[in-house]
C-alpha cells in the first residue's frame, strides 16, 4: 500500500516590517519562501505547534529577519529550550527546519 503525505508551500511571503510578533506575518505552511525581508528584523512567525507539524522557512530577502513562535510558545535549540516566545534569527539566503515532537515547541538542528 502506498501512503502519500501532501504538504503545502507558499512563497512570495513578506515578512511583517518593522518587527515584533504581534502583527508578524504568519506561516501555515510545510515550506514557506520569504522574498521580502527588506529590513534587518522583519518578522515572521510560526502558526501553532502541534505534534508532527513540520515548517521549513528561507529567507530569500535582502536583510536577516526575526522569527517568532506562535504567542505562548517557543523554540528548541538542540537541548536548549528558548523563553517563551522568543525569536531566532534566519540569516538572508539561508532557512531553518522546525519540527514539533511537543505540542507548544518546535525544535530546530
Do not use: W
Not at 27 to 52: P, R
Not at 85 to 94: D, L
Request: aromatic content about 8%; some cysteine.
Amino acid at each position: 500500500m502506498d501512503i502519500y503525505i501532501l504538504h503545502s508551500q507558499e512563497d512570495s511571503i513578506v515578512a511583517f516590517v518593522g518587527g515584533g510578533q504581534g502583527s508578524a506575518t504568519v506561516l501555515d505552511h510545510t515550506f514557506n519562501m520569504i522574498d521580502t525581508c527588506s529590513n534587518a528584523n522583519d518578522s515572521c512567525k510560526t502558526d501553532a505547534a502541534t505534534v508532527g507539524k513540520i515548517r521549513e522557512v528561507v529567507n530569500y530577502g535582502l536583510e536577516d529577519m526575526e522569527l517568532f513562535p506562535a504567542v505562548g510558545e517557543r523554540f528548541q535549540d538542540g537541548q536548549t529550550l528558548l523563553a517563551i516566545n522568543e525569536s531566532i534569527i534566519i540569516a538572508a539566503g539561508n532557512g531553518q527546519k522546525l519540527r514539533c515532537f511537543t505540542i507548544g515547541i518546535f525544535r530546530f538542528n
